[in-house]
């Protein structure tokens, strides 16, 4: 196999960054080639010097003021600059950088009534003031967190993506602005917005935070993880856990029904649990092809035979600790880390036009749920014309969720994880399956420039159309394919949602109360996965449009979660510590947590993480006394008194008006958040005012709040310019209009169960 040649060799980029955000987007473009030199920003991440090694390994580094940037950026020839503040900046600094692409991170992102304001702010405060954190955790004690920052990963990725596309259009559109608030509310509150909205939910307070189950389950020897993803899901779980009886007791069909009926639920399935080893459940699940998988720590992962063998970890070139590797493949082939800093140039990339950047590709989009999704529909807001293949024996599981019940009319097109991640496209079913089918799909590959596709492994194998076919079909053709676990290993072909790869990579056992069962984050795992995968696209692009030549681009969905928990094998590795669980709490802030105010489910988060705010917080409470003790005059002494402290603040907390409460923190400089329903987050004044949702008529429906995408691209003030489409809305348009069938071939494909628009069985 020839050495792979990084599809963003020659690109240079600039890097000013503050937390792991702005870091992991220079970690990636330079992973796949880009010469990053860090600039400035915060002297450590706060998550340890390993961690800051493993991200700014590789990227060279020089010194400069904040104003001299573009200056630097000029001299030096820069074509991406990654620009991570703690808030907008002030002037006209943005406009000074040419015709570089200026990616901007900040808390409140450019615009907006909290933008430029100094608004203080945490990670934790954002995950609050987002919503998140109002589904998280037990409804007998406070919401919780999720412990691996997974916001701000997600965050990197998109800045990383966005730009990678950014380059490939004109010059106008080339500042993006990443707000962490609406990529937190984006990545972690699974579309309540629609769901809401679909079912005409009354705003009033109601308790989210509720288990799934089963979910993380105690094993014989560990733990282990389920998510059941379909009726059938639920039924064959039944009889693996030896409660055949229950097929017939229709409240044990429906979570509303077990979870009136938990206690007795959860100690069946923990009865059955407790006598089996990790892999012994997991291997007699995948035999009934439920989703399932360990739950991993910072140790056992490095032992896990599907990350061995396809060599995820390996130390860092000089160190002996190791770290995950670039999540994403070209070629067949894992981009490797070198400690040089400028890459050879690879080819020059074509000139692109004035318009969109990626305007004039043909995308077909057989990606289902939201990582699959996500990468269709940020193609289409940058411009490709995209078709979604369906079919109506195999809808898109998406569908399926947070819509009506299935007894209503056109039920199907109701779904709001369908409805949030699949706009700007157009929608064909084709069972293809079927002979006939598969021959209009291999038309349609045969025309299209990208093909992408997050299917088991077997799916398109099983009907000859794996890569060495496509690419015999149309030698340009770039495919992307996103399984859960990889195109190779031992777990190749066990099945994987965004759960699963959450309780595999380690993200469940960092999430969680202090002692207490490790915890789905319940989201993030998914925009992780959709963002790795359009970023690993976006670069092969550059370089495919400039060679004509086409690639194999693989991007799993378990190595984008597994990049999130790096801190955990990171400490193991380099330390031998095994990281746990610890609620609010966090090491590089000295008090942190979530209190109930007056009022029905009203919680205020606080983060207090230097002395400035230790003494605001305490002049504000009126614990002024605490002041004169010599234990609490650090860090460490804060922490080591959490607990006395989160009662202090709980009480002063308790007595007020949570709204009121935040007010004054945030008046003396304390970052405190409001924590918001994630129901209806489209209304928070902040988001709203930035037009982070979209009010769109959808038919069945109804008018729901679209989130598009948590970045902005100057010059573009929407990314929406179709509404999510119907099953089989375009199949006349494209099997007529494009393909040349006829009327009555149409009605034939019908007649048959080729196409159609609705559920086959509906």
């Keep these: 196999m020839p050495p792979l040649v990084a599809p963003l060799a020659g690109l240079r980029v600039l890097e000013w960054s503050d937390s792991i955000a702005g870091a992991y987007a220079g970690r990636l473009l330079r992973d796949v080639g880009a010469s990053v030199t860090r600039v400035g920003g915060a002297a450590s991440l706060g998550k340890g010097a390993e961690m800051d090694l493993f991200l700014h390994h590789g990227k060279d580094t020089a010194t400069a003021e904040l104003a001299e940037l573009p200056a630097l950026a000029a001299a030096r020839g820069v074509d991406v600059v990654v620009l991570e503040l703690p808030d907008a900046p002030v002037g006209e600094l943005l406009s000074r950088f040419g015709d570089a692409v200026v990616v901007v991170i900040t808390p409140w992102g450019l615009d907006g009534p909290w933008s430029g304001t100094g608004r203080p702010w945490s990670e934790f405060t954002l995950q609050v003031d987002s919503g998140s954190m109002s589904m998280r955790g037990s409804m007998a004690s406070h919401p919780i967190m999720t412990g691996s920052s997974e916001p701000l990963w997600v965050a990197g990725a998109m800045a990383a993506g966005a730009a990678t596309a950014a380059l490939q259009g004109g010059p106008q559109g080339r500042l993006i602005d990443v707000c962490l608030l609406e990529v937190t509310s984006y990545a972690m509150n699974l579309f309540q917005d629609i769901a809401a909205a679909v079912v005409k939910t009354p705003q009033e307070p109601f308790t989210h935070r509720v288990r799934l189950s089963p979910s993380v389950e105690p094993a014989a020897d560990g733990w282990v993880g389920f998510n059941l993803a379909s009726a059938q899901n639920h039924q064959d779980f039944l009889v693996l856990i030896e409660r055949p009886e229950w097929l017939a007791d229709e409240q044990m069909s429906t979570f509303i029904g077990r979870y009136l009926r938990y206690d007795e639920w959860t100690a069946a399935v923990r009865a059955w649990t407790v006598q089996h080893t990790v892999a012994e459940i997991v291997a007699l699940a995948g035999q009934f092809r439920i989703p399932c998988a360990p739950v991993h720590n910072g140790q056992t992962v490095l032992a896990d035979e599907q990350v061995v063998q396809r060599g995820f970890y390996a130390p860092l070139p000089g160190q002996t600790f190791l770290v995950p590797q670039p999540p994403m493949l070209f070629g067949g082939q894992r981009p490797a880390r070198s400690t040089d800093p400028a890459p050879a140039a690879g080819p020059a990339p074509v000139a692109m036009g004035s318009g969109a950047p990626f305007a004039g590709l043909r995308v077909l ?225 000295d008090l942190q947590g979530i209190f109930a105010a007056r009022g029905e489910q009203r919680w205020v988060g606080v983060t207090v993480s230097s002395d400035v705010q230790w003494h605001a917080l305490l002049e504000v409470t009126g614990l ?68 982070s949702f979209e009010l769109t008529e959808v038919p069945h429906a109804g008018v729901v709040p679209l989130p598009t995408l948590p970045f902005r691209r100057a010059d573009q003030p929407s990314w929406l310019t179709r509404r999510p489409p119907l099953l089989g809305e375009h199949n006349e348009e494209i099997l007529t209009g494009e393909l040349g069938l006829g009327p009555t071939e149409l009605a034939r494909l019908a007649e048959l169960g080729v196409i159609g628009t609705a559920p086959h069985g509906s």
């Design 365 to 589: 989009d057989l990606g289902t749920w939201w990582v699959g999704a996500y990468v269709g529909s940020t193609l289409g807001a940058f411009g490709a014309d995209v078709v979604k293949v369906e079919s109506t024996r195999r809808i898109d599981g998406s569908r399926t969720l947070g819509g009506v019940p299935q007894s209503q009319d056109h039920w199907w097109e109701c779904g709001n994880f369908y409805l949030g991640v699949n706009f700007d496209k157009r929608n064909v079913s084709i069972d293809f399956s079927h002979a006939e089918g598969r021959e209009l799909l291999v038309r349609l590959i045969s025309e299209a420039d990208v093909l992408i596709e997050n299917y088991a492994p077997r799916v398109l194998e099983s009907v000859g159309l794996d890569w060495e076919a496509v690419h015999a079909l149309n030698p340009r053709l770039v495919m992307l394919r996103m399984p859960a676990f990889g195109l190779s290993g031992p777990r190749r072909d066990m099945v994987g949602y965004a759960q699963t790869v959450e309780q595999f990579s380690g993200l469940c056992w960092r999430t969680g109360y202090p002692g207490g069962d490790p915890t789905n984050p319940q989201g993030p795992a998914d925009p992780m996965g959709g963002a790795s995968c359009f970023f690993a696209l976006a670069a092969a692009l550059r370089r495919s449009r400039a060679t004509g030549e086409g690639v194999l681009v693989e991007s799993a969905l378990a190595e984008g979660a597994l990049t999130m928990s790096a801190e955990q094998v990171i400490r193991w590795s380099a330390h031998q510590e095994l990281l746990e669980r610890r609620g609010n709490r966090a090491d590089d802030v």
């Design 624 to 691: 002024t006394a605490l002041a004169e003790d010599p234990q609490l005059g650090t860090r460490a002494g804060r922490q080591a008194r959490a607990e006395e402290l989160e009662k202090l603040v709980a009480g002063w907390v308790a007595d007020r008006d949570a709204a009121e409460a935040v007010e004054r923190l945030l008046a003396r400089g304390v970052p405190a958040a409001l924590l918001r329903d994630l129901r209806f987050v489209h209304t928070h004044p902040h988001l709203a005012a930035r037009g």
